[in-house]
């Protein structure tokens, strides 16, 4: 049997597709048989199978398991929950693989499959040599046999082995009906403190909001929450649990590079001098404090697979990105975890003597744009990144850094421009220390823009 995937699912860095239509029960199975294939060949035996919320989720596991097993591989069923529990029970059941059921945050209709193997991630060409498997239905053949093993409460245990207590803190939370809501529920049953939870159920339709923590406009609710229960803090994760929003107890976001800076002190009080990793969107305030800290800041690639792996190469303790999927291996396994990392803030709040605000306001004071994404035809937009990065090097008064895209440097504060791995778009960014700075910044990049042909975007 061959299968012929819809080529628009095999992304960079996932699966990912509308259900019944590119992303078919059929083509799960595929992907299954694929996968298994891949795992079997490498000597792989055991493969550990998590699913999130979704109206689509427990089918769609179904089908895998099917294709998974019809490999011969013995596959661990955990049930219902976050993106890390899946990554923690490929740990702690020390299995060979794991793949989990999850549109992550996008709408209903979207379902998708996020693979490791060997405890790194399964992405780019490891994800086309699957698609190209399956095509062909070269698949190994054997009788596996699938096992319920739900690891949530080890879970939880786990989450609150690295839990120091301090003053109890008031804590609003929002899980937005994602998959995290059931586990959270236990988590903050052990905690001390009082905790306000909004969203708690698990809901595939997500009928308060979109579970996506890094669009502001989600947050309202938890904002509210914060403001009228008076909580010292509001958290919120994404639909798989694996990226985080933070609010401080005036309603302010923290953004993933303020809140690495946070997490970031103790890790370095522990391990001093280690490298601590932010992608190229990050605040120049990031790489100032962690230097100030006595730690080496390094700047790294977006795309949470590349961070993954410049973890492990570089055996950086604490590795996170403007997205939010921040990653722990200091005490813990290096895998993005936001309830983890939820964990570990509450800790520091509560054993410190500054609030989060303070936190945040003692952070030195940028004006940045937020990553500004428009739209680039698909076979125009690495060449105009090589463009813009020839043209800027030749500049007087500025460092360029061309790690992932053109990252300029410059008395003013920098700019960003970098290609999306995933769609045919551009992503921008810039920050200054004031706005005429800023407004400096952002003529120097639609400049660039307009000499490559292309309209700028609305800065705002
Ligand atoms: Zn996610």
Not at 328 to 356: C, M, N, P, Q, W
Not at 361 to 370: E, K, S
Request: aromatic share 6%; hydrophobic share 40%; proline share 5%.
């Amino acid at each position: 049997m061959s299968f012929v995937l819809d080529p628009t699912v095999l992304r960079e860095y996932d699966i990912r597709g509308i259900v019944g239509e590119t992303l078919t029960r059929d083509g799960v199975y595929a992907i299954g048989r694929a996968f298994g294939t891949i795992v079997a060949r490498d000597g792989g035996k055991t493969v550990a199978v998590g699913y999130d919320g979704r109206l689509s989720s427990p089918e769609l596991e179904e089908a895998l398991v099917s294709g998974l097993t019809a490999c011969g591989l013995t596959v661990y069923r955990v049930g219902l929950g976050p993106t890390p529990m899946l990554y923690y029970a490929t740990h702690v059941l020390d299995t060979d693989a794991g793949v989990m059921v999850t549109g992550s945050h996008n709408p209903p209709e979207y379902n998708g499959i996020k693979m490791s193997r060997r405890g790194s991630s399964f992405y780019g060409d490891d994800i086309k040599a699957l698609g190209a498997l399956a095509a062909k239905g070269d698949f190994e053949t054997g009788e596996g046999e699938s096992q319920h093993r739900p690891v949530a409460d080890d879970y939880v245990k786990r989450l609150l082995r690295d839990f120091r207590e301090g003053t109890p803190l008031k804590v609003a939370w929002d899980p937005g009906n994602g998959a995290a809501g059931e586990v959270l529920q236990n988590l903050v049953a052990a905690l001390p403190g009082r905790h306000v939870l909004l969203n708690e159920n698990i809901d595939g339709t997500f009928p308060a909001h979109h579970p996506d923590p890094t669009v502001e406009k989600n947050l309202d609710q938890l904002k509210d929450a914060v403001r009228r229960e008076r909580c010292d803090l509001g958290i919120a994760f994404d639909g798989d649990g694996d990226r985080i929003g933070v609010l401080d107890g005036r309603g302010r976001v923290l953004w993933g590079d303020q809140l690495m800076v946070i997490l970031a002190r103790e890790v370095l009080e522990d391990l001093p001098g280690s490298t601590i990793i932010a992608d190229v969107k990050a605040s120049q305030v990031f790489f100032d404090e962690i230097k100030r800290m006595g730690g080496k800041p390094l700047m790294w690639k977006t795309g949470h697979s590349l961070i993954k792996a410049k973890m492990a190469e570089t055996g950086a303790p604490l590795a996170g990105e403007m997205s939010a999927h921040i990653f722990f291996k200091h005490r813990y396994y290096g895998f993005d975890d936001a309830l983890y990392t939820a964990v570990r803030l509450l800790s520091i709040l509560g054993t410190g003597d500054e609030s989060l605000s303070d936190l945040r306001d003692r952070l030195p004071q940028m004006v940045n744009t937020p990553e500004l994404r428009f739209g680039c035809p698909e076979d125009r937009k690495f060449d105009v990144i090589e463009e813009v990065r020839d043209r800027v090097k030749t500049l007087e008064g500025v460092e360029v850094n061309g790690i992932d895209g053109v990252r300029v440097l410059c008395e003013d504060g920098w700019w960003l421009l970098r290609a999306s791995n995933t769609q045919a778009v551009l992503v921008a960014r810039c920050e200054s220390k004031n706005e005429a700075g800023l407004s400096r910044l952002k003529e120097a990049l639609s400049r660039q823009l307009r000499q490559s042909g292309l309209e700028p975007p609305d800065f705002g």
